[in-house]
């Protein structure tokens, strides 16, 4: 690898916006991979931007882990990604992020009666619970009426271990 192609862990760090703890727990992860020099410190190929700001931007759509790593697995080993293989992977969170929208509207326009807390306390929450009907009901702590697409655990893989 042309040494100008290399950059140190803090040089990654500090051009993705991730912190060094995020870059070597995707590394861990096999998201990412990096070669070592005589000294034992990691270097990286400059192309790791790309799959970072990919990453960040699959967990702000709401992938996991795993799905994120599906995706990375997708792309050509051999060669730099094209805008053709960034457009194939992006088609396939239009349904995630249509969901989302949707349920963030929905969200803004109950916000005058309950942001659902998950405290059920207002009998005529029209957003989530009117009727207080899940004051005998146990399926979920929190709010339980909240969308699902805003109820999904963590959001963002850096969250998980970093």
Not at 27 to 55: H, K, N, Y
Not at 86 to 92: D, E
Not at 133 to 149: E, N, V
Request: proline letters at 4%.
């Amino acid at each position: 690898m042309d040494t100008r192609d290399e950059l140190s862990i803090g040089q990654v760090a500090e051009r993705s916006g991730f912190a060094a703890s995020a870059v070597r727990y995707y590394e861990s992860e096999g998201l990412l991979q990096s070669t070592r020099d005589a000294g034992g410190r990691r270097r990286f190929r400059r192309s790791v931007l790309r799959r970072l700001a990919f990453i960040r931007a699959a967990s702000n759509v709401g992938c996991s882990l795993e799905e994120i790593r599906e995706e990375l697995d997708r792309l050509p080993s051999g060669r730099t990604p094209t805008k053709a293989d960034w457009q194939r992977i992006s088609r396939h969170w239009r349904t995630r992020l249509d969901e989302r929208i949707e349920a963030l509207q929905k969200l803004r326009d109950g916000l005058d009666s309950c942001i659902g807390c998950g405290c059920l306390s207002l009998g005529t929450c029209r957003m989530s619970n009117p009727q207080d009907t899940a004051a005998s009901d146990a399926r979920a702590p929190g709010a339980a009426f909240l969308p699902a697409a805003l109820r999904r655990p963590g959001g963002s893989p850096s969250s998980a271990k970093v």
